[in-house]
């Protein structure tokens, strides 16, 4: 069975600061992971995805993860914080059926 | 890019009354769309997975009987909330994963905000 922890359900920084969501997994197989952004009232928007390729994974809106099968970490950043940054973002991991199995979310704050 | 839609996007209904929720793939065929429901400042839990032409899988703790899942063709699936009760309120998100192509690629609707009164 597939499990994900994302440790802090609230993150603050300010805007032009790093951005880091942390993001740790647990699989039996090989995962697929996935960054999702989801803003008020809306689905969510994949930022990028893990699928044994690069370690790596560049997305979108300059959002980068990096792979780390020795920490079972999916950890997301971003250089620099903007204000269309905040939103509420989810790890998630993929098994059998390709059903996905989601952390608790991070809400992120951009602070001007 | 693969577009996944929801209608409608609020409904608000009585309690006691049934409400339905559409899915649909606007550019590609889906064989497989999964359900979710979202509480305020919760993650996504899977409610079911939906199979062209075959019964839903529903996932542990939710009732088969009051959650009805239809997917009657490869672009459309819809989910009918029976009898729906105030504790039934929630953010209803589907995805969707295109017949071809990766696997691991699957869109997400925009949601589908219901208000049990």
């Known amino acids: 069975a597939q499990s994900v922890t994302q440790l802090g359900s609230h993150v603050s920084v300010s805007e032009g600061a790093l951005v880091l969501l942390r993001c740790n997994y647990s699989s039996s197989v090989p995962p697929y992971l996935f960054w999702y952004v989801q803003y008020p009232n809306q689905g969510l928007q994949l930022l990028l995805k893990y699928t044994s390729a690069a370690t790596l994974v560049k997305g979108i809106n300059g959002f980068e993860a990096e792979f780390k099968k020795s920490e079972t970490s999916f950890h997301l950043t971003k250089p620099s914080a903007h204000m269309s940054d905040a939103a509420e973002y989810f790890c998630a991991v993929e098994g059998a059926g390709n059903m996905l199995t989601f952390g608790g979310g991070t809400r992120l704050m951009v602070k001007p | 890019g693969a577009v996944v839609s929801q209608h409608p996007s609020r409904v608000i209904c009585k309690s006691g009354t049934s409400v339905k929720i559409e899915c649909r793939s606007l550019d590609f065929q889906a064989t497989t769309m999964f359900w979710y429901r979202q509480f305020p400042k919760q993650s996504l839990m899977l409610m079911a997975t939906?199979?062209?032409?075959?019964?839903?899988?529903?996932e542990q703790g939710v009732e088969k009987d009051k959650f009805l899942i239809n997917h009657a063709s490869l672009t459309l699936s819809t989910l009918t909330v029976t009898s729906a009760h105030p504790e039934d309120s929630s953010f209803y998100i589907c995805s969707a994963i295109p017949a071809t192509g990766s696997s691991y690629e699957q869109y997400f609707g925009p949601g589908t905000r219901l208000t049990v009164t």
């Open positions: 939906s199979n062209e032409g075959s019964k839903a899988t529903y």
